[in-house]
């Protein structure tokens, strides 16, 4: 093979380390097959040196530096050691050997003669001393002797490298609009010069300042691309790993967070500091999870790391992860956690971390646990930070603000606080266009909220309403995002339901699914990725309750909302122009009393209803106690229970049981719902496919109502069924359904050509003013976030549709259809949902099977 010496070739053969190093090795080792002199030795080792540094092996890497630096000696040539020198340093520094490795940087930046060499040296230190040392400052002056140098050399190569990671240290002090200006310069030059590679490490990181600016959607929108374009290029994928885990979580998302970091921890090789970073991640994930002690481990792993590799920045992080875990129960405390929070939270705050508040809000609680007296000046640092540039940073900095208010039992000064830091994470929310990442996001308000409702119990009744809606269905009260034309998420979502017929096709068959399974899974990936890129417009709903409207608007009925505050359930009742307020008894044992009711219901539907009775009794006592005497004689009784109660069967509680009523996930919902008018289109009917009667009711049904539009027999596909739900005045839906606890945007109705999915819902321009839903557990939801739901009713909610019937749990397909025919008597005569539900159930008296069928069905809105 013949070889080029000339010292082009020489430059050629570096980068080519840089952006191709499998090639580069089999260069270099033609290069040393030649038996070169000790100059060109040292080239060929430094390529080999660089590329299998890139290529992830690390302790090979160092072994070949040092022998490249041992001949570049031999050469005699300054400056050709100094370059060497410099790649093993940073080397070494990247594998936790922090003294040695700035050892050498220093001195080829004091060796070298060069002034381009010199820039090279420098560029190279500034980056270990603020990637892997958080010393940003240091760095910053490295860097920009570094970019002057370039400059003035013309070596468009490196200004474009150091611009890239100018960018990154902007971002470490803060400066945002910096970083974002050197990020597009370099991705520009690096594009302009062929380096694939770098400038897609530049794309990562303008996706590092999307997230710096509270851009969610752009952040993991590019990171799916860096993905994509990293795919087979050997690369290792770590970085991405890491701050693809920090997206993941700042979205709601730590069980995917918890995924993927795994994953790459299970990569055989990596770097050492690498690896403790992704245990940190790992240890912020388990957090979020509320695994402490898994938490506390990964944790303390990395900071053994960090510290023995002199990360001072990463290792405050990853006492402040072990310090939040033993606070939360992974642990033994004592006063001597005080003082130590305190150092944290100055380390933190020193390096501009977006971590020091909530060091300080940690220091803050641990100092009201152990020295009172110290707590309120701790909270004020942390609330210093309520002016900070993200949404998130800003909500925190209100939290501490409020908890040091509670400190000085300022009941007016706590909600005033937690009003301000819900109203930041309201414009944190409108950035979001997915309807998962907007419910999940939610999450981020619990502290503020629970403080708010924890100071509201004894404050008028009024009060304590107003504040359990500050932050319950805000993410439903959210104008939906409507998907584009080019929507990317329809090409994967038509071939989910392509692979579902093909799946139930195999299952029938008794084929092996293993494929079509992953398939599956690996089209729902597509969807969520899709989704979760889509941005919001910004804009955010008024969400606070106007409490006299809701008092005119209830009148002489009644208005229940559920209150959970400190495991206790409390209602707020509104009827005849009052409010009131009751504990009504803990939540733990309402929740039981649901899950009795669902099983004894779902005994009745295999007719066994013996166990009825007992469970209507358990659930009044559990979710209305006493209450249940002050709603008698109401013509209408509308309730608004938390999230995690709503898969209650309301039908069944005695004192609603004879009277109209309905179900919301909040009263501002309620509000909005009766004030959209009826759409004036037709009724429809859609009939899946395998229903044991047939669809039975839609034969009865459809005659009374001259308009209507029936689908059935092959002709209920999604987008015939879509487009005749689009602006249909009452719709019905008999179909099987399915409820994905694992993933209920995932839940779906099964039609001719495969599942409706909550996600075809969102696609909707006009949703129907009314929609039953005869299948079974097609009411089920899951809850999300704080006080979110999420699933087929929440869907339609969402979207615009005013009222739903469906039912919470598996119901007898013969007896539905006898319910379903009796509801639809009513409302062809121009009852609403409740009444026409109440009639449902009044024609069931005396049949036990066909009771706790209509029991099982709600009236969900208006």
Do not use: K
């Not at 009411?779 to 969402?798: D, N, P, R, W, Y």
């Amino acid at each position: 093979m013949s070889i080029d010496h000339s010292p082009t070739s020489v430059a050629e053969l570096l980068e080519l380390a840089l952006d191709d190093p499998s090639t580069a090795l089999e260069r270099g080792r033609a290069l040393l097959a030649d038996a070169p002199e000790p100059w060109w030795e040292s080239v060929a080792r430094h390529a080999r040196g660089l590329a299998l540094r890139e290529l992830g092996e690390g302790e090979a890497a160092v072994s070949e530096l040092r022998r490249a630096v041992q001949t570049a000696e031999r050469s005699g040539d300054p400056d050709r050691a100094a370059d060497v020198r410099a790649t093993l340093g940073a080397t070494l520094v990247t594998r936790g050997r922090t003294r040695a490795g700035l050892d050498l940087l220093a001195r080829a930046a004091d060796s070298a003669t060069d002034p381009r060499l010199r820039a090279t040296v420098l560029m190279r230190r500034g980056v270990s001393l603020s990637w892997l040392l958080g010393r940003h400052h240091e760095a910053l002056a490295d860097l920009r002797q570094a970019l002057d140098g370039f400059l003035a050399a013309d070596d468009p190569t490196w200004e474009a490298r150091t611009r890239n990671w100018l960018g990154l240290l902007h971002l470490a002090v803060g400066d945002v609009a910096a970083a974002d200006e050197q990020e597009r310069r370099a991705r520009e030059l690096l594009l302009e010069l062929g380096h694939e590679v770098e400038a897609t490490q530049a794309l990562h990181n303008l996706g590092l300042v999307a997230y710096a600016r509270g851009d969610l959607p752009t952040a993991l929108a590019t990171y799916d691309q860096v993905a994509a374009e990293l795919e087979g290029s050997g690369v290792d994928a770590a970085p991405l790993v890491i701050d693809r885990a920090q997206a993941l979580l700042a979205a709601g998302l730590p069980d995917e967070a918890v995924r993927v970091v795994t994953e790459q921890l299970a990569r055989p090789g990596g770097l050492p500091v690498q690896r403790a970073e992704l245990d940190l991640w790992l240890a912020m994930a388990r957090m979020a999870l509320g695994e402490t002690v898994p938490a506390r481990v990964h944790a303390e792993t990395a900071l053994t790391a960090f510290r023995r590799a002199e990360r001072d920045w990463f290792a405050a992080q990853a006492e402040l992860v072990a310090l939040r875990a033993r606070a939360a129960g992974a642990g033994r405390l004592d006063r001597r956690v005080v003082p130590r929070a305190v150092r944290v939270a100055e380390a933190l705050e020193g390096q501009r971390s977006e971590q020091a508040v909530t060091a300080w809000l940690l220091a803050g609680r641990l100092a009201a646990r152990f020295d009172p007296s110290q707590a309120p000046p701790l909270l004020e640092r942390a609330a210093r930070h309520r002016s900070g540039p993200t949404a998130l940073t800003r909500a925190s900095g209100w939290l501490a603000r409020g908890q040091q208010q509670a400190l000085a039992g300022n009941r007016r000064g706590v909600h005033d606080a937690c009003r301000r830091g819900l109203d930041a994470l309201d414009a944190h929310r409108a950035t979001l266009g997915s309807t998962e990442l907007r419910a999940l996001a939610t999450a981020h308000g619990t502290a503020l909220a629970d403080l708010a409702l924890s100071h509201a119990v004894d404050a008028p009744p009024r009060t304590l309403l107003w504040w359990s809606e500050r932050w319950r269905a805000t993410a439903l009260a959210q104008p939906p995002v409507r998907p584009a034309a080019d929507d990317p998420v329809a090409a994967p979502l038509a071939a989910l339901r392509d692979n579902a017929r093909r799946l139930l096709a195999a299952r029938a068959d008794g084929e092996d699914t293993t494929r079509l399974r992953a398939e599956r899974s690996r089209l729902e990936s597509e969807v969520r990725a899709g989704l979760r890129r889509r941005a919001g417009d910004g804009t955010t709903a008024d969400l606070r309750l106007d409490v006299s409207a809701l008092v005119e608007a209830v009148g002489d009925d009644a208005f229940v909302e559920l209150v959970e505050v400190d495991g206790s359930l409390h209602a707020v009742l509104v009827r005849g122009g009052r409010t009131t307020a009751r504990r009504v008894g803990l939540a733990g044992d309402a929740q039981q009393a649901i899950d009795f009711s669902r099983w004894a219901l779902r005994r009745a539907a295999r007719g066994r209803p013996d166990a009825v009775p007992e469970a209507a009794e358990r659930l009044q006592g559990a979710l209305l106690g006493d209450l249940a005497l002050r709603i008698r004689g109401a013509r209408r009784v509308v309730v608004s229970p938390p999230s995690r109660l709503h898969g209650a069967p309301w039908s069944l509680v005695p004192a609603l049981t004879d009277v109209a009523h309905s179900v919301v996930p909040s009263a501002s919902l309620w509000l909005r719902a009766r004030e959209r008018a009826p759409a004036a289109g037709p009724t429809v009917f859609v009939c899946g496919p395998g229903l044991t009667t047939g669809g039975a009711e839609v034969d009865v049904v459809a005659p009374r109502h001259p308009d209507a539009l029936v689908l059935r027999h092959g002709d209920a596909t999604v987008e015939r069924s879509l487009a005749a739900l689009d602006g249909a005045g009452l719709a019905h839906v008999a179909a099987h359904g399915h409820f994905r606890a694992d993933s209920p945007l995932f839940s779906s109705l099964d039609l001719d050509d495969g599942p409706l999915t909550v996600h075809d819902f969102e696609r909707m321009a006009r949703p129907p003013h009314r929609v039953v839903l005869s299948a079974c557990e097609s009411g089920v939801m899951a809850a999300v976030g704080a006080g979110e739901l999420l699933g087929l009713v929440s869907a339609l909610l969402g979207v615009g549709t005013a009222g739903v019937v469906a039912s919470v749990v598996v119901v007898n397909d013969e007896a539905t259809a006898e319910v379903m025919v009796d509801l639809h008597a009513r409302l062809a005569d121009g009852d609403d949902l409740a009444d026409a539900m109440l009639s449902a159930r009044r024609a069931a008296a005396g049949d036990a099977l066909r009771e706790a069928t209509a029991g099982s069905f709600a009236a969900l809105g208006v």
